[in-house]
């Protein structure tokens, strides 16, 4: 079974803090995603990688970055934590075949104070 | 800009009873349209999945009609149980493209 583990399950931070978030796959994978999830407005896609040291935006990157230097292990980070980026993000990561599953991890439920 | 529109948001179904989520999407260039379902605490896993080519895919109590001229899709759970209460989300793609995610739907399957 393919596994994408994500370090925290829960992380408390302060606002202007500069965050990370590790996302780590164990199926050689080349895509990596990381959404995130609110209530009422589903999955949104914050950034996605098709292969190690590339990276795109998705629909919502601002406010993130991503870095991606081996294949297994997918950051994202929070240059300047702000509340409103207080939410349960979610990283997923896929084979190279477009209508394969997307695989999830639990989420990290991350509040910013 | 949201291209994929789900409802109803929330949904609460007698055992036994037809779970019914629907989705609409705007961009006729998609063509993958997977269904997720996540548990609480857990991250969405891959329910079924279907191509604009068919009208209908059954597995298991699990079915997707799909409707290509009204651009609609919907999920159907037969024989509804307690065991499938989650959150449901339906998504849209392009071939090799992103995906884009429903609002999500809740389920309650009530005993």
């Known amino acids: 079974d393919v596994k994408v583990t994500q370090s925290s399950r829960y992380l408390v931070k302060r606002t202007g803090e500069k965050v990370f978030l590790e996302c780590v796959q164990d199926?050689?994978?080349?895509?990596m995603f990381w959404y995130r999830q609110d209530p009422g407005l589903g999955l949104r896609l914050i950034y996605f990688?098709?292969?190690?040291?590339?990276?795109e935006k998705g629909d919502i990157p601002e406010g993130y970055s991503v870095s991606r230097e081996k294949k297994e292990r997918f950051s994202l980070i929070l240059e300047s934590a702000s509340t409103n980026q207080t939410s349960m993000y979610l990283c997923?990561?896929?084979?190279?075949?477009?209508?394969?599953?997307?695989?999830f991890g639990d989420g990290t439920r991350l509040s910013i104070l | 800009q949201q291209q994929v529109k789900q409802s109803p948001q929330s949904l609460i179904v007698q055992k036994g009873g037809i779970s019914i989520i629907n989705c609409a999407y705007e961009n006729t260039a998609f063509d993958y349209f997977p269904w997720y379902q996540q548990f609480p605490g857990k991250g969405p896993a891959l329910l079924i999945a279907?191509?604009?080519?068919?009208s209908e895919k059954k597995e298991g109590r699990f079915t997707i009609s799909f409707n290509k001229s009204a651009k609609q899709f919907s999920l159907h759970i037969m024989d509804s149980q307690p065991g499938d209460s989650a959150t449901y989300f339906c998504?849209?793609?392009?071939?090799?493209?992103?995906?884009?995610f429903g609002q999500g739907t809740e389920l309650s399957v009530k005993p």
């Open positions: 199926m050689d994978h080349e895509n």
């Open positions: 990688s098709y292969d190690v040291k590339m990276k």
């Open positions: 998504a849209a793609s392009k071939l090799a493209g992103k995906l884009i």
């Open positions: 279907i191509r604009p080519d068919v």
């Open positions: 997923a990561s896929r084979t190279g075949t477009w209508n394969q599953p997307q695989h």
